[in-house]
């Protein structure tokens, strides 16, 4: 399953800047738009799965896991 999310980009003179809106903490600075979407995507990724792995070890031992859409 694939999700979108949205990524907020800006030059700001030699660099561009970039944030996830929808993760809190996922930012990058790079000197071009293309390396800095590169790296917005692979940041995002890593902190999804952290925060999977997480969620996951809080958890325990007796859990489920429930697909919810919004």
Known sequence: MSQTYTA?????A?????W???VPGVNCQESSREIL???LRGTLIE?????????????????????IAV
């Open 8 to 12: 907020v980009i800006k030059q700001d």
């Open 14 to 18: 030699n660099w561009w800047i970039g």
């Open 20 to 22: 996830i809106e929808e």
């Open 37 to 39: 979407l590169q790296s």
């Open 47 to 67: 902190a999804i799965e952290l925060n999977r792995a997480d969620a996951l070890n809080a958890a325990g031992k007796r859990f489920e896991e429930l697909p």
